[in-house]
C-alpha cells in the first residue's frame, strides 16, 4: 500500500484563516522519506494548525497537501492508515491504566484481543513504562505521560509519525530519554515530522529544519546551512575601563560589530577566524590597550532564531 517515492509529506501553498486571522499565509514543505523534518516556530507560530492539517484533523483553504501520495482532503481514509499522531492533547483515556489506554487503542485499530495486549506489553516495555503499567494514567508524572501518548500513538506501527512538541514542559532528563525514543523511531525506518520551539532539539534530531513565524516558512535547511545563514564567529572583547573601551571601538573602527557601554564589550565579526583574532589583537596592542577577557563565538541555532524573527526562543516556559 505503501507508495515508494521518496517524498513521504508534501504542503504546497496551504493556506488557513480562522475569520480574518490568516494563520497559515502559504506554507510549503516536503519530508523525504525516512527522514525527520523539524518544524520550529515560537508560540502562535502555526505549528500545531500544519500539524493537524497535515494529519487530517482539520481542513485548510487552499493549498495542496499529500501523504503517501494520498491527498489529505479527498483520501483522509488512507492518509489515516499510514499516519501516527502525538498531539500537544492527545487521546489518553485518564481514568483507564496505561496497560488499558494501549489495549484499548490497539482494538480500535481492529486488532484482535490477543494482538492488541501484545502489542501493549511491547509498547509497555519500549517506553520504560511497566512498572507505571496498571496504575490510571492520571497518576503518571509528565515525562512518563508523554511517553504513554507517544506510545499510544504507535499501536498500529505507523511508516508517518507526526510529532506536535513532544518534549515542552519535560525535564531534561526526561527529554533525552525522549530523544532516544525518537531517534529509535527513526532508526526503524519512520518518516517524522515534529515540531518544537527548542533550537537544540531541532539541531539534535532533524535532518532539516523549516522555520515558520507568523504563518510563514522564513527559512529552511539542515542546522549547519541555517547557521552559515547568520554567518561568521564573532570575537567578543571586554574591557576593565570605560576609557580603554572607548579607546578600543575607537581603533577597532568599521570592524566592530556591535558595542556595549554598560558591559564594556566589542564584538568584532570574524571574516577569516584565525588572521582577523591576530589582526584584532595587534591593533590592540600597538595602542598598548588591555583587555579584561576575550572570547569567540561561533553562531549558534539562537542567534539564527534571533536574526530571523526578532524573538529569542525561550528555554524555560512550560505548558
Ligand atoms: N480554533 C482556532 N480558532 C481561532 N484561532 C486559532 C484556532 N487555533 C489556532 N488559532 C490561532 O492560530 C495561530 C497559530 O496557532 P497554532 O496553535 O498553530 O500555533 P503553534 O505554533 O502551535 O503555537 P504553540 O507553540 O503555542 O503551540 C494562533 O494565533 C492561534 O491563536
Ligand atoms: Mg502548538
Given at each position: 500500500?505503501?507508495?515508494s517515492?521518496s517524498?513521504v509529506?508534501?504542503a ?11 494563520v ?10 525516512g ?13 500545531t494548525?500544519?500539524?493537524?492539517i ?5 481542513g ?5 497537501v499529500?501523504?503517501?501520495?494520498f ?7 488512507k492518509?489515516r492508515?499510514?499516519?501516527g499522531?502525538?498531539?500537544q ?7 483507564l491504566?496505561?496497560?488499558?489506554n494501549l ?20 509498547l509497555l516495555?519500549?517506553f ?6 496498571e ?13 504513554l ?8 506501527t505507523?511508516?508517518?509519525i507526526f ?16 530523544w ?11 518518516t ?17 529544519i ?10 529552511e535547511?539542515t542546522?549547519k ?8 564567529d ?25 558595542s556595549?557601554d554598560?558591559e ?13 583574532v591576530r ?9 598598548s590597550?588591555k ?6 563565538h ?6 539564527v ?13 512550560t505548558?
Amino acid at each position: 500500500m505503501v507508495k515508494s517515492s521518496s517524498i513521504v509529506i508534501q504542503a504546497k501553498g496551504l493556506k488557513k484563516s480562522y475569520g480574518k486571522n490568516n494563520v497559515l499565509k502559504g506554507i510549503d514543505l516536503t519530508v523525504e522519506r525516512g527522514t525527520m523534518l523539524a518544524l520550529l516556530g515560537p508560540n502562535g507560530a502555526g505549528k500545531t494548525t500544519t500539524v493537524r492539517i497535515l494529519s487530517t484533523l482539520l481542513g485548510y483553504d487552499t493549498g495542496k497537501v499529500t501523504v503517501e501520495g494520498f491527498d489529505v482532503k479527498t483520501e483522509a481514509d488512507k492518509v489515516r492508515s499510514v499516519i501516527g499522531l502525538t498531539g500537544q492533547s492527545a487521546a489518553v483515556d485518564e481514568l483507564l491504566t496505561g496497560r488499558e489506554n494501549l489495549v484499548m487503542m490497539g482494538r480500535l485499530y481492529r486488532l484482535t484481543s490477543a494482538s492488541a495486549k501484545a502489542r501493549a506489553q511491547e509498547l509497555l516495555e519500549e517506553f520504560d513504562l511497566v512498572d507505571a503499567a496498571e496504575r490510571p494514567a492520571k497518576t503518571y508524572s509528565g515525562g512518563m505521560r508523554r511517553r504513554l501518548d507517544l506510545a499510544v500513538s504507535l499501536i498500529a506501527t505507523p511508516p508517518v509519525i507526526f510529532l506536535d512538541e513532544p518534549t515542552t514542559g519535560l525535564d531534561p532528563r526526561s527529554r533525552i530519554s525522549m530523544w532516544e525514543i525518537i531517534e529509535r523511531l527513526k532508526a526503524n525506518g519512520a518518516t517524522i515530522l515534529l515540531t518544537t520551539q527548542y533550537l537544540e532539539e531541532a539541531d539534535q534530531l532533524a535532518d532539516k529544519i523549516v522555520v515558520i513565524d507568523g504563518g510563514k516558512v522564513i527559512a529552511e535547511g539542515t542546522a549547519k546551512d541555517l547557521k552559515s545563514k547568520v554567518g561568521k564567529d564573532r570575537l567578543e572583547l571586554t574591557f576593565a575601563t570605560t576609557k580603554s573601551y572607548k579607546q578600543a571601538v575607537n581603533v577597532l573602527g568599521k570592524t566592530v560589530q556591535e558595542s556595549n557601554d554598560e558591559e564594556k564589550t566589542v564584538s568584532v565579526v570574524l571574516k577569516d577566524t584565525n588572521a582577523d583574532v591576530r589582526k584584532t589583537l595587534d591593533t590592540l596592542q600597538k595602542e598598548s590597550l588591555k583587555f579584561e577577557a576575550m572570547a569567540v563565538h561561533k553562531p549558534t541555532l539562537d542567534d539564527v532564531f534571533l536574526a530571523l524573527t526578532g524573538k529569542q526562543t525561550k528555554e524555560t516556559e512550560t505548558k
